[in-house]
Structures are given as C-alpha cells and as structure tokens.
C-alpha cells in the first residue's frame, strides 16, 4: 500500500481538498477511502490511481465521436439538391 498526503491526492485528481471531502459523501464514485494515521488524512496512491483511470475510460466513451468536415464539393452538391 502506497500512501500519500491528502493534499497531494488533491493536486493529483487536479482540484482542492474540499472537493475530495464532498467526492468521500458520494459513495457512488466509488472514490478511495480517507485512511487516517494519527490525525493525518491519506489516500492509498494505488487505489486513487484506478479510480483516475476509470474516469478516464468512463469520459472517453461519453464524448461525441467529432464529425467530418464536408468538403466544398460535398457542400455544394448538398445544397444544389435541396429545393
């Protein structure tokens, strides 16, 4: 288990601490769990790594393929066609 420092967790995923505390209240994101050691939060850098990746993964599905330029043949063609 590899552990590091809430903060850097933070810096990590790319937003603030706060934000991790209101990720923990949603059980749903299946986000890694605050491991405590003498009043100190951390994070197991392992666990938060799969979780990044699976954002990954999960955002390139949702994004719309990007669509082909027409070219200005298929553009004028397309317009000719329509009354």
Same mark, same amino acid.
């Given at each position: 288990?590899?552990?590091?420092?809430?903060?850097?967790?933070?810096a990590?995923?790319?937003?603030?601490?706060?934000?991790?505390?209101?990720? !923990?209240?949603?059980?749903?994101?299946? =986000?890694?769990?605050?491991?405590?050691?003498? !009043?100190? *939060? =951390?994070? !197991?850098? !392992?666990?938060?790594?799969? =979780?990044l #990746?699976?954002?990954?993964?999960?955002?390139?599905?949702?994004?719309?393929?990007?669509? @082909?330029?027409?070219? *200005? #043949?298929? =553009?004028? @063609?397309?317009?000719? @066609?329509?009354?």
């Amino acid at each position: 288990m590899n552990l590091i420092p809430e903060k850097k967790a933070a810096a990590k995923c790319g937003v603030c601490v706060k934000t991790l505390e209101r990720w !923990d209240e949603k059980p749903e994101l299946n =986000f890694p769990p605050i491991i405590r050691i003498n !009043d100190r *939060k =951390f994070r !197991d850098a !392992d666990l938060l790594d799969a =979780f990044l #990746q699976a954002c990954a993964r999960a955002s390139s599905m949702d994004r719309p393929k990007p669509r @082909a330029k027409k070219t *200005k #043949q298929e =553009f004028a @063609a397309a317009s000719a @066609a329509t009354p």
